[in-house]
C-alpha cells in the first residue's frame, strides 16, 4: 500500500547523502556561474535544482516526484512573474495558490510539499519580477526547468551507481486515488472548508500587498505567510503563534547572516554547505520541514543580493506575513469557540426545567 502519512519521527532515521549530494551539486553549477557572470537570472536554476531535489531519488517514487517539482515549480515560477505587474493579477492567482495548497494538504504529507513547493515559486515569480534581471515568464521557466533536469540528470546517475533501475515501476492510478481519499476523509469538512477560504484570503491579500507596495524583494512577505500557513483545524493558538516566532527568528538570523557576509562569494560558500546539511538531515515532520525548506529557498533567493542595507524593508515584509498568516489561526480558534457555545447551548436548552 503506498503511504503518504509521516513518520512520527521527527528526523529522519539516517541521513540521505545521496539526495543531499544531488541537492548540493546541482544548485553549485547554477550559483557559480551566476557569481562569475553577475547574472542574478541563473539562481532560477538553482532554485529549480533544489526544489527537484527535495524527492529523494533512491526511492520508488523519487524519479516521478521530481519530474513533477520540476514542471510544476516552473510553471509557478513564470506564472508569478507574469502576475507581478497587475493588482487583479496578483491577487487572484495569489488566492488560487492558498486554495490549492489548502486541498493538497487534506491529502498527506507529501501531497502537501508538493504544494508547498508549488506555492514557494509562485511567491519568488513575483518578488524576482521588480528585479529587473529577467525578460520574460518564458525565461524563468525556462532556466527553473533546466536547473531542475540537471539535478534529474544527477539523480539518474545516482540510482545508476545503486544498480538500480533507472525508472523504477510506477503504481497503479485508482491505488493512489484510494490512499488519497483516505486522507482526505480524515479532515471534517466544515473545518477544512474554513481554513481554504482563510488561506485563499490571506494568500490573495499577501499578493496583493506585495503588488501594490512595489518593493524589490517582496517574496520575505508571501514567503511569511505561506510558511506560517499550517493546517491545523482546531485553531490552536499557541501553536501558530510558535510557528509565527519560529519564522521571525529565521528571517532575522538570514539577514543578520547578509549583513554580517556582504560578500556574494561567502554567501554561496554559505548556501552549498548548509544545502548539504539541510538535505541530509531532513526533518520528518511537515510543520518543521516547511520551516526548513523555506529558509533554505530564501537563502538561495538571497545569495547573490547586493542590498542588504534593505534589512528593515525585509523584517517589515516578514512581520506583515506573518501578521496576516495569524488571522486564519484567530478565525479558526474564534470558529471553533462559537461552535463549542452552541453546542453546549443547545444542551442546555434540551434539559427539563
Not at 513533477?68 to 505587474?85: I, V
Not at 540537471?150 to 538500480?164: I, Q
Not at 533501475?165 to 486515488?177: A, D, F, Q
Not at 521571525?248 to 554567501?267: C, Y
Amino acid at each position: 500500500m503506498l503511504r503518504f502519512l509521516p513518520s512520527r519521527h521527527q528526523w529522519t532515521a539516517a541521513p540521505t547523502w545521496g539526495a543531499a549530494v544531488v541537492a548540493t551539486l546541482g544548485c553549485a553549477l547554477p550559483l557559480l556561474l551566476g557569481l562569475f557572470s553577475g547574472h542574478s537570472g541563473f539562481l532560477w536554476a538553482s532554485i529549480g535544482a533544489f526544489l527537484a531535489a527535495q524527492a529523494d531519488p533512491l526511492h520508488r517514487f523519487g524519479m516521478l516526484r521530481m519530474l513533477l517539482l520540476t514542471l510544476l515549480g516552473a510553471c509557478s515560477a513564470g506564472l508569478g512573474f507574469w502576475s507581478a505587474p497587475g493588482p487583479l493579477e496578483s491577487l487572484l492567482v495569489f488566492a488560487a495558490g492558498g486554495l490549492l495548497l489548502a486541498w493538497l494538504q487534506r491529502f498527506g504529507r507529501e501531497a502537501g510539499k508538493l504544494g508547498l513547493g508549488m506555492l514557494v515559486c509562485l511567491c519568488l515569480g513575483q518578488g524576482q519580477q521588480h528585479l529587473g534581471s529577467m525578460p520574460n515568464p518564458y525565461a524563468v521557466a525556462t532556466l527553473f526547468t533546466l536547473g531542475g533536469l540537471w539535478a534529474t540528470l544527477l539523480a539518474f546517475t545516482l540510482r545508476g551507481l545503486h544498480g538500480l533501475r533507472l525508472w523504477p515501476y510506477m503504481p497503479r492510478l485508482p491505488n493512489v486515488l484510494k490512499v488519497l481519499r483516505q486522507h482526505a476523509a480524515r479532515l471534517p469538512h466544515p473545518q477544512w472548508r474554513l481554513y481554504a477560504l482563510g488561506c485563499s484570503l490571506v494568500c490573495g491579500l499577501a499578493g496583493l500587498i506585495v503588488n501594490l507596495a512595489g518593493q524589490p524583494r517582496g517574496y520575505w512577505l508571501t514567503l511569511a505567510v505561506v510558511t506560517s500557513l499550517q493546517i491545523d483545524l482546531k485553531g490552536r493558538l499557541p501553536r501558530a503563534f510558535k510557528i509565527a516566532l519560529s519564522v521571525l527568528l529565521a528571517a532575522g538570523l538570514l539577514v543578520l547572516l547578509g549583513e554580517s557576509l556582504q560578500n556574494p562569494a561567502q554567501m554561496v560558500a554559505l548556501v552549498l554547505s548548509l544545502t548539504l546539511l539541510g538535505r541530509a538531515f531532513q526533518v520528518g515532520r511537515y510543520s518543521l520541514y516547511v520551516l526548513q525548506m523555506s529558509f533554505c529557498i530564501l537563502l538561495l533567493a538571497e545569495s547573490l543580493a547586493q542590498d542588504w542595507q534593505l534589512d528593515r524593508e525585509r523584517l517589515l515584509g516578514s512581520l506583515i506575513g506573518v501578521s496576516l498568516a495569524l488571522l486564519v489561526a484567530l478565525t479558526l480558534n474564534v470558529r471553533r469557540r462559537l461552535q463549542v457555545w452552541r453546542t453546549a447551548r443547545s444542551g442546555t436548552d434540551g434539559l427539563p426545567r
